[in-house]
């Protein structure tokens, strides 16, 4: 039986970066990465896993980063807003549509809404207004209304 | 938003998670997705002293599909069951109903085994698994059994398992040629959950029903099957009077629950309304 | 894309700030991490009502990286008492501890405070603290609260009611003595969460020179200044509040909460920087709600559909202690806007301030104006119903007409409507929506047992409190200006100082553009600073959707202070009379001569360089204006909604949404378009799915998460069309109106009207907010009962 210990190393990927960690079992892996390695732009917005604020990508797939134990991440690739786009001084598609269809406000949620978006489109390419609306339905925000959102995903997909 | 502190292990395989749980029955929660478990945790409304992960059970992964039978591991994820072709072309149903649970994100990570083995009275998976005539294969201390689904869950948050069990897998068997299954959903705005879920089975033989099955949740303080609509229903015609009473009988099956959002009787007519519509819309 | 060029005022600008936030650069007060930083978490009553027996602290301060614990008593006299902002002339004012010290009046007071080396301590150490309570009776619902055997909440406020508001215009009771008929309706505004997805946090900071920078985010930076200098006995120039980026106000963060106070003094006591950051759930009992209103209505008509007269009751529950401006909600705010966009002569409203054991109850997205276009709009609905008269043809018959402006709704001394063109609203609308074909396709439907409805709704707001003066009457203890510094360096590019204080709102944006037109220059010369006490001179911040009129002005009228100033400059360069010098395209030019024009760079260089500068006129040229209006400008709008509910299931699905706002000269429409879009579905939220609910007997707070409080999602809203209509305001220089609060005052109404529209073959006429499926289908059942009886 392996024994219980008080702190766990965790090595993972963040954003192309191999880094580790010593950490106590309860911490959320949404602190790992806004403490430890100083990636402030996944932010906490609720404690019930319902506004999506804190969507990061975990092995390519959009997960809540308030709802995963950072023990539980060791050993995994994780891509957060910070290296979305491969030019830092650059946006990229997705966050240029969100630009252009005005599609943010206060920005909080922005992050965590273009990392559901990337997954919305890797699983619809050709997504509707219906798929647009279910697939950002782990994220809220509360100043734009979704409708600039929408059409900003709209110009995503329309240009495929 | 930070849970108190706790022990953390991965387990190497079942026997030593079930070893792990039989040490502590009280104290020890195993994890796997975690989208219950760690909320919970969160808003400190449980202090687990060890939670041990079972991820890397290569038993209680991964769908297996034979020409008789199928056997999903309890590890797998609703994202897994949306995205399997083989599942999904033997059992829509399966797509159907994981795009209905929560959101992408939590689909990602949330577990069938999870949904079930946790028996919240609004999870989607036990109406479904209720629906397929399941039957759930459950690892102890002593070894292995199989439930059938519609007689696991007990009691709100209550299952059969035991304290040292774990849920492993789902078992389904194929289904007869012509059986077409649905499920119907009227969410939570606010959670996502159900408020009402129903899944309903059939297969008609020269115009008469020759299989039928329904799993409710939502509903009440656990999932249920409704079986007295199936009974009344067996080797009869569809009609719009049939299934009306079929779908009264389903609601009347049980005592539904009552909270601040929908009363008892908006649940039980909900069953009615989802039965009646699921049964329209797989005879038609 | 192509940069934009001037004018820039009325172009849809694309944001300035976007990039920050789309990269994960955007600075939150929770993003911040000073050395040394110490993390306080609050210990909060379980209960609604109790007295404090004994408070136990020890294991608390035992616990591992404890560095302090308190409770009540030990900041008694300390610190406090936190005292309103607003108080209506006449107001019976509770004492309000920081922290209760012998009583809790609502779930979720603070009642202890650790604080610890990380914030995973601060919370082990708050589970420690063990408080004896000997619970009382409480009461949550205001109409309930003011029962004579009603749980009393504080001593000096008998009866729970701290204020009675009247207002009144012609003759009400001779009107309904006139009347064919007098409607009675009774309607509720239910209580909602703001929910700004950035919950609030406060980080104090000792800096060695003896000031204190307090991180926090705030919608009125320097009014937070001067409460907190006040209410912990800092010198307020020794105070630095400093508001980063935030995520979403709608009024929630503008008003003074525990938090604001304990993290200065505690960085004082302690000499380090001392965090505090609210959860979701914390949130959900700490932060201010909104609405809670209950209103009596009575309309007294004539049967060709004419109001002669109206009288309102309110009842505003605002919580358990008097917040900022919790007297004025329900009162100045709601019921002087009673009678609406609607002509009714005779009016007469009470409005009492009712406290019970709940969380404070304070400003949210449009304070007191959704709750009043809510009582004028479901009344003249329930008249169009009564009637069976068109919900349009009612309102156009009753409107205040185009040529009636200025208004003084029911002859009113303080309420002007400045300008507005109702019908030309209303007729806008009706062909966007293509309202005679929904009519015609909802009659049809209905046939085959399918029910839709339409909606519609009008409104008049009123923005940018002011002048000062006026405020002063009503007992709000601040002013209505705002303050501009525009300072040009020497290369002609500007940094706009403002009061005012973004919260997503895209103030770099708009503010420059209009700074841009005026100095004309280049946008991409401009930049502006907001929410650093220690930077911008002075303000009010941003809130009751002033930023534009009044903030908008400030700056507008300090850049033309530049261009004056910047023209005698010119003029001297030019060797010419000031009055012969143009400024044009960037360029001051002497027309009718061939003088080489001088760009605004040159005239910048020499404002700082001094080498030639006319007699009298003083070096540099960086100018500061604190603009006081003189009135206040009345945006309005009509909206529409179509929408289908399923009588077996409840469910509502809404298939369109049409909004005309006038909000006089646009600066930016693409801003404004995104403010309309997210006020609508704010709107709908409180029409179809957000209510917070109290247990009436334990007064426990029951949507204490977002598992249970139910904020829209993408899937739960439709597409909105916005579209404007440009009534300049006269009350401003730049003539525009209010915008932010628009769609959250109009989108209530319009959302219950459509469901009521379309549940009228059943016969309902009344349901109160929030539309859920569950409340509509049991109404759906009372009346199938009914007919079957």
Redesign the interface.
Known sequence: MSEVEKRHVVTLEINGVRRNAEVEPRKLLVHLIREDFGLTGTHVGCDTSQCGACTVELDGQAIKSCTVLAVMADGASITTIEGVSPVASRLDAVQTAFHEHHALQCGFCTPGMVMSVRQLLRDHPDANEDDIRHGIAGNICRCTGYHNIVRAVESLVAKD | ??????????A?SLA?AI??LRQDPEGTRL?AG??TL??T????LASPA??V?I?GIADMRGISIDDKAIRIGALTTH?ELLASQQLNDVFPIFRQTA?RI?????R??GTIGGSIANADPAADWPAVVIALNAELEIVGPTGSRRVPAKDFFVDIFTTVLEPAEVLAAIHLRRPTLGARFIYRK?R?????YA?VGVAVGLRMEDGLVAEMSIGVTGAASHAFSGDAATRFLMAKPLSHESIEEAAKLVSEATECLSD????A??RA??VR?ETKRALLSLAA | MNAPLPPYVGQPVKRREDFKFLTGKGRYVDDIKLPGMLYMAIARSPHAHAIIKNVDLGPARASPGVRLVLAGKDLDGRIGPIVPNWIIPGSRVPFRPVIAIDRVRFVGECVALVVAETLAQAYDAVDLIDVEYGVLPAVTDETAAIRDDAPQLHENVAGNVTTIYRVRGGDYAKAAQEADQVIQLRIANNRLIPTCMETRSVIAAPDPDDTLTVYMPSQVPHMHRRWIAETVGIPEHRLRVVAPDIGGGFGAKMHLYPEELLCPYLARELGVPVKWWESRSESHQSTSHGRAHTETIEVAIRNDGTILGMKVDTLGNVGAYLSNMATGGPTVNTVNFGTGNYKIANYEATSRIVVTNTVPVDAYRGYGRPEGAYIAERAIDAVARHLNIDQVEIRRKNFIQRTDFPYRPYGSMGTIYDTGNYDGLLEKALAAFDYEARCTEREALRRHGIYRGIGVAAYTHMCGMAPSRRLAMSGFDRGGWESARVAIDSSGRATVYSGSMSQGHGHVTSLSQIAADVLQIPIENIDVIQGDTRQVQAGHGTFNSRSMAVGGSSLHVCSQQIVAKAKKIAAGMLEVDEKDVAYSAGQFSVPGTDITPLSFAKVARMAYVGHKLPDGVAPGLDETVFYDPTGMSAPSGVHLAYVEVDPETGIVTILDYVAVDDVGTLINPMLAQGQIHGGVVQGIAQALYEEVSYDPDSGQLLTGSLLDYAVPRAEHVPNITSLFQETPSPTNPIGVKGIGESGSIAAPPCMVHAVLDALAPFGITHLDMPLTPPRIWAAVQRARNGANQ
């Open positions: 938003m930070i849970p108190s502190a706790f022990g953390y292990v991965r190497s030593n070893d792990l994890v975690g989208h760690i909320p945790l969160k808003l400190r060890l939670l992960d991820r994202a795009t929560a959101d992408p994100q939590v990602n990570r009227i939570h705005p606010a959670s996502g408020v601040r959002y929908a009363s009787e908006y007519s909900l309304t």
